[in-house]
């Protein structure tokens, strides 16, 4: 499949409710578009569309990570607005482990799943990546997520697919739960 449209976004914090945030607290996130060949017709078999989210997937987290730069990842989420001659089936398709594998790989390891959300939509519609830290989802610091916007995308028999990075948890973070300093990195979880 080859991207027709890329999008890119980033969001920068330095202040938060008047106090200073630092270091700041960078989120990137990356769309990539193009046409949804089961658009419009149902198929038992979307091996496809995983197997093509591999080389996409590539792509897309090599143009995050130059974004998030000269941040390091500490936080990760996916996600996918499908057309609406699409099923939502399609962009989950896409999400499985081959693209987060990918994601795992850009950010140099992550234990832990990627949180991920996947709808149907006209173009012009938001979406809200959930984000959570790469190596212990238990991290409640690290639970946040980033909206974005897609302009004119996708088309009806188009898939915008989403990767996104943080490079921190949430500034001034204080819920309490497990640290980052103190994650184990062996379940995913803690």
């Known amino acids: 499949m080859q991207i027709k449209r890329t999008l890119a976004f980033i969001d920068e914090v330095a202040v938060e409710a008047g106090q ?3 270091p700041p ?21 979307l091996g496809p569309l995983t197997k093509a989210s591999e080389e996409i997937g590539r792509t897309m987290s090599k143009m995050a990570m130059a974004l998030l730069a000269p941040h390091k990842p500490e936080s990760y989420g996916k996600g996918a607005i499908i057309g609406i001659n699409g099923e ?8 499985t482990t ?11 390891g992550g234990k832990a799943w990627i949180s991920s959300l996947t709808k149907r939509a ?6 809200d990546i959930p984000l959570a830290h790469k190596d212990a989802l238990y991290v409640r610091s690290h639970y946040d997520g980033i909206t974005i916007t897609l302009p004119e995308a996708p088309l009806p028999n188009e ?32």
């Not at 939502?88 to 999400?95: F, T």
């Not at 081959?98 to 140099?108: D, I, K, L, S, T």
């Open 122 to 127: 006209a173009p012009g519609a938001s979406i």
């Open 25 to 45: 607290l960078r989120k990137v996130a990356v769309v990539a578009v193009f046409d949804n060949p089961f658009a419009g017709k149902f198929e038992n078999d």
């Open 98 to 108: 081959v693209f987060g594998n990918v994601m795992r790989e850009a950010a140099g």
């Open 159 to 190: 898939i915008a697919l989403i990767c996104a990075f943080a490079s921190r948890g949430r500034p001034h973070h204080r819920v309490g739960g497990p640290k980052a300093s103190e994650i184990r990195g062996v379940d995913g979880l803690s």
């Open 20 to 22: 200073p945030v630092s």
């Open 88 to 95: 939502q089936e399609h962009g989950s398709a896409m999400l």
